[in-house]
């Protein structure tokens, strides 16, 4: 039976103009009309994370950040694609590591860590939060001033801290936003008291792209190559590891909007809680592996099987979240070059459930095989030593929320409570990882060790 596809769901979009205004002192000095739009636009952010929303939102207009992100994020494909000496010593020029089996030929991910130190606090807010502020990296890759081309990987590591430095930022005002609306500084003291944030530059593989990589394994091994070969898959489509960007809003072609989008199999990542407090993605980019001068209207043209087979992905990001208010699943759709802000576990217990950890996972496009898909992830925690108290918490509603059963058997809707019920069952319920008194550390470790430990819900899948 075809799994039921997703509805399309669009995110709440919020301007980081009114993030800094939310966020500062000043809004009590604002004239009243402007205090009421400010206002609702604070309770819109907390109904969207909260327990009746979806649990993400995104964000428009933050300064720098399109540079950054149009400089950042083609670098993951690169680096996925070269061979394992080259990048294990670009890697280690730019202080990243990864936390995927990067030697393994037939990996559907490839990640590049790093640690982001946000030392200096609330400073960094103070600092950050001016429109006019200007960026000292100068992105060029094109050429030096000497007309010669430069180093692909010049930049990577500033790149990659500055576009990090910019989404900490943004997850700390919005932790401030949050604190206002619930009473206290729980959300921001404990971010600034973490001071480190993990940075996740991903590359999520093309069916083709790893035929590159194996291609070039073998190459090596054989040394024996004296001409670049041109790789065909079964459907006679050239591979170039050197395509430019090409954005999801470029993708325009007719049919269904949602279809191709899956909710268990053919996932680029499974279902998941982040158990951090807030995970900020960049909207992702996706790259084409077919010719390198081909547009990707015209490559979907091109007919992929016997019929005539294309994807609309106008806005898509291939991120699917399960709206467990509603008991559906939702594909989402967000505003080019917007940043992404979802709720982890650690907010939704030190919020004492006014705010709301977000179940996701990543589709992987059924009919476009030959794009990958590339972005940037900041993931804000609590101090390593933060302590969970659970003594004012309700634990009848982490059982409510992490119900394995709908019990909705309306018309047309059985299957899709089956699948969500389905979904729910992957995921280990957070009353059996969160005892009182545990650390954010004991916390994280029992939550992986449900997940992906050897007895893991999937640990195999």
Not at 160 to 165: I, Y
Not at 350 to 355: A, D, P, Q, T, W
């Amino acid at each position: 039976m075809e799994e039921q596809q997703p509805e399309i769901f669009t995110l709440v979009e919020l301007h980081y103009s009114d993030i800094l205004q939310l966020s500062s002192e000043s809004i009590f000095d604002s004239p009243i009309q402007e205090r009421q739009r400010l206002e609702s636009i604070s309770r819109t952010i907390m109904e969207t994370l909260g327990p009746k929303g979806p649990g993400i939102l995104s964000v428009t207009g933050v300064p720098n950040a399109s540079r950054l992100r149009r400089m950042l994020l083609p670098l993951a494909r690169k680096l996925a694609l070269l061979n394992h000496q080259d990048r294990k010593r670009i890697l280690k020029e730019h202080r990243l590591g990864s936390d995927v089996p990067l030697k393994s030929l037939d990996r559907n991910v490839s990640s590049f860590a790093m640690k982001l130190e946000y030392s200096k606090g609330s400073e960094l807010v103070q600092n950050m939060t001016s429109h006019e502020r200007d960026l000292s990296l100068d992105i060029n890759l094109e050429e030096d001033g000497g007309g010669k081309r430069r180093n692909d990987f010049e930049n990577l590591c500033d790149a990659f801290e500055q576009l990090g430095q910019l989404m900490i930022n943004l997850g700390i005002l919005l932790a401030r936003i949050c604190d206002r609306f619930i009473g206290g500084h729980e959300l921001e003291q404990s971010l600034l008291e973490s001071s480190t944030a993990k940075g996740r530059l991903i590359h999520y593989h093309s069916v083709l792209d790893n035929v590159i990589i194996q291609e070039k394994e073998a190459r090596q091994k054989k040394a024996t190559t004296k001409s670049r070969p041109k790789y065909e898959n079964r459907k006679g489509l050239c591979i170039n590891s050197g395509v430019p960007p090409v954005e999801a809003h470029q993708l325009n072609t007719n049919q269904t909007e949602a279809d191709g989008m899956t909710g268990l199999s053919n996932l680029w990542q499974q279902w998941h809680y982040d158990y951090g407090m807030f995970t900020v993605l960049t909207d992702p980019m996706f790259l084409s592996s077919c010719g390198s001068r081909q547009t990707l209207e015209e490559w979907s043209e091109i007919p992929q099987s016997n019929e005539h087979e294309t994807l609309s992905l106008i806005g898509h990001t291939c991120l699917q979240v399960l709206d467990t208010h509603r008991n559906k699943l939702v594909s989402v759709k967000s505003s080019p070059e917007s940043f992404i802000i979802q709720v982890g576990e650690s907010a939704d217990i030190l919020s004492r459930g006014e705010l709301r950890a977000t179940l996701h996972s990543v589709s992987r496009p059924r009919k476009l095989e030959n794009l990958s898909r590339e972005t940037f992830v900041v993931f804000l925690q609590p101090a390593w030593n933060k302590i969970f108290n659970l003594q004012n918490h309700s634990a009848q509603r982490w059982t409510d929320s992490d119900a394995r059963e709908t019990g909705d058997n309306r018309p047309g809707m059985r299957s899709q409570c089956k699948l969500v019920g389905d979904i729910q069952n992957r995921i280990p319920p957070l009353f059996s990882r969160l005892k009182d008194g545990m650390t954010f550390a004991e916390f994280s470790r029992e939550t992986t060790k449900q997940y992906y430990g050897g007895s893991g819900l999937q640990s195999n899948k």
